[in-house]
């Protein structure tokens, strides 16, 4: 059966959307397993006063996630999808350099709940369907 023009427009932009939707789902699990080797040295370079205390950076990843997605639920229903996705790559990279460039064990921290916050923000993309999808694939 011939492929229509409509249905040949309409699938365009479809290997674009699927992956960044897989983009933004993988994040979770790169944000957590690439640094989990580090945290001895992570306690050692932040003079960390409890070894127990770098812990802290994975409570923080949860905490963010379920705490964002009580204001980014509406947040992405009102100003939409696609830009909400856009803020949260944006906050995702500001606290990523964030904990980067830090010297202090809290404002690591500070980065890493940024980092999480924009991890939500990712979210909000995966609820696109039907006629918003179309839209995101034009």
């Known amino acids: 059966m011939p492929v229509t023009a409509a249905q ?3 699938g365009k932009g479809l290997g674009g959307f699927v992956a960044l939707m897989a ?6 699990a790169l944000s957590i397993d690439t640094m989990l080797p ?3 040295d992570m306690a050692r ?6 070894a127990n ?3 802290m950076v994975v409570t923080l990843l949860f905490v963010g996630l379920a705490v964002g997605q009580l204001f980014y639920g509406p947040l992405s229903d009102s100003i939409g999808r696609k830009p909400a996705i856009y803020m949260g790559f944006a906050l995702l990279i500001l606290g990523s ?3 980067m460039v830090s010297q202090d064990f809290h404002v690591m921290l500070a980065g890493r709940l940024l980092h999480e916050l924009g991890l939500v923000l990712l979210f909000a993309g995966d609820d696109i369907a039907g006629e ?4 995101w694939t034009e």
């Open 8 to 10: 040949k427009k309409e």
């Open 38 to 40: 580090a945290f001895p």
């Open 53 to 55: 205390d770098i812990q």
């Open 45 to 50: 370079d932040l003079q960390v006063s409890s």
């Open 97 to 99: 350099l964030l904990s």
């Open 23 to 28: 983009f933004s789902m993988s994040m979770v």
């Open 132 to 135: 918003q999808r179309r839209q």
